[in-house]
Nanobody, 122 residues
Framework: QVQLAESGGGLVQAGGSLRLSCAAS????????MGWFRQLPGKDREFLATINTSGTITLYADSSKGRFTISRDNTKNEVYLQMNNLRPEDTAVYYC???????????????WGQGTQVTVSL
């Protein structure tokens, strides 16, 4: 089992950048694929990006392509989401995820972080 702790959220101006971090702890903390989701106000939680165990394969949702980049540093047991050119519509709670199972229509996540708020203002 792995425990996840997000950080790096907060208030940012439109057009700015933000890097979210997710620290993983516990036994075999580097032995999971990882990902990022977000939940916009009044919306369901949506998939943003995922990265495999070694960090050699990434997959992005259409909403993430071109602006968001997922990466990981297994020496630090951390995964990151670099977000550039942020827009007010990016305002959401962002969640780190570990041990994701692709069910085709959606992802099943075995471990969630508690979430971090990102607010983008004009």
């Amino acid at each position: 089992q792995v425990q996840l702790a997000e950080s790096g959220g907060g208030l940012v101006q439109a057009g700015g950048s933000l890097r979210l971090s997710c620290a993983a702890s516990g036994r075999d903390s580097n032995n999971y694929n990882m990902g990022w989701f977000r939940q916009l106000p009044g919306k369901d939680r949506e998939f943003l990006a995922t990265i495999n165990t070694s960090g050699t394969i990434t997959l992005y949702a259409d909403s993430s392509k071109g602006r968001f980049t997922i990466s990981r540093d297994n020496t630090k047991n951390e995964v990151y989401l670099q977000m550039n050119n942020l827009r007010p519509e990016d305002t959401a709670v962002y969640y780190c995820a570990a041990d994701m199972i692709n069910l085709g229509s959606h992802w099943s996540v075995q471990n969630w972080g508690q979430g971090t708020q990102v607010t983008v203002s004009l």
